[in-house]
């Protein structure tokens, strides 16, 4: 997709391909053509914004949602414009608004024996039947019921259910190691999912759904799709770990591209610090470039190059010209710094690109993407694109339609 110009002098953006978005949900569902798919839209969409990648995701064959908090089902529920979608939102704490939730038509969550009642109450004030989803733990000790409460969660959710208070739809876990490939953790969550599946059969519960596959296991566990996968990060274009390989190998390709314009452009002397605390010093005389984007804006600190290590990569020019140079010196809240080089003819108002569409440098794009910021940074992908700022304008593309 070609990059519209920057409007109105802003320093920076993050462009998001919307058509990447619903190509990557059909290249999912084409790793599990048997299952419903589930795009999860929590974090604002992963940073790519909640309400457009919805759409996208959707367009793409996506005929469920998967958001975190009560704040972002109400927010989907209202802005999507469509009640026929199935919205799951699985982290509630107590005191949550149940009600609201349950009159919204959003599927809620039990993850822990407290929220049985709640949801019950919020059912009853309401004046609806609740659908519920029972999450269970099954080896991430995080959100979801522990396999000492089971028995009892069920019977109560069991006897609401005959009374009509509630309707248990799906049953659920989340994998702790699936994006690492042959993880003996993976077949013992399995395990627990189906012994799980039993205690509620036998309660005479059986849910419509049954989801355990995240973006890792809907590539590369087929047997663990069941009746619904749910990714996120894949949604967006991005393997779920470096040991899976690169987007392109799964037919991804990362939706976002994240842009600046040069704001300052001088020579420097050899032998000159740069940035604060001199991490990085020019070992000839040479030109800098400035980059007003910084940890204020989500580029992570951890990414600055110097005595420590090479900075977060950035790519210089286009096309053919591209090059790709790391951060010089430490990364400030709001700037960063580039050494362009003797003789380097960029000048102020020059684009560079922190993270686009590709498979990423450390692959031979000539392009970074974000898994090349997580590598520099020591983090994942995941935290580099949901991390940009506020003060970082999304632009939207689509080529059909409006997706946005």
Known sequence: ?????????????????????????RALRGHAPSSALMAVVKADGYGHG?????????????????????????????????????????????????AELVAADVDVTVAAPWAVEEVAAGARAAGRVARVHLKVDTGLSRNGVAHGDLPDVVRRLAALHAEGVLQVVGLFSHLACADEPGHPSIDRQAAAFAEATEVLGAAGLHPQVRHLANSAATLTRPDLHLDLVRPGISVYGFSPGPLLGAPGRYGLRPAMTFQARLGAV??????????????????????????????????????????AGPGGPVAVGTGERARVLRVAGR?????????????????????????????????????????????????????????????????HLSREGDLS
């Open 1 to 25: 997709m070609t990059l519209p110009a920057f409007d109105d002098g802003a320093p920076a953006r993050a462009v998001v391909d919307l058509d990447a978005i619903r190509d990557n949900v």
């Open 50 to 98: 909640m309400l457009p990648a919805a759409r996208a995701a959707l367009a793409g064959g996506a005929t469920w949602l998967g958001v975190a908090t009560a704040g972002e089902a109400l927010a989907l529920r209202a802005g999507l414009g469509r009640g026929d979608v199935p919205v799951l939102v699985w982290l509630l704490t107590p005191g949550a608004p149940f």
């Open 331 to 395: 990364v400030c809240m709001d700037q960063l710094v580039l050494d362009l080089g003797p003789g380097a003819r960029e000048s102020a108002g020059d684009v560079v690109t922190l993270f686009g569409p590709s498979d990423g440098v450390a692959h031979g794009s000539a392009v970074p993407n974000a898994q090349d910021w997580a590598d520099a940074a020591g983090t994942i992908s995941y935290e580099i694109v949901t991390r940009l700022g506020a003060r970082v304008p999304r632009v």
């Open 266 to 307: 001088k020579q420097v002397a050899a032998g000159q610090g740069v940035s604060y605390g001199h991490l990085y010093t020019t070992t000839q005389d040479t030109v800098v470039g400035l980059v007003p984007v910084g940890y204020g804006d989500g580029v992570p600190r951890h990414a600055s190059g110097g005595s």
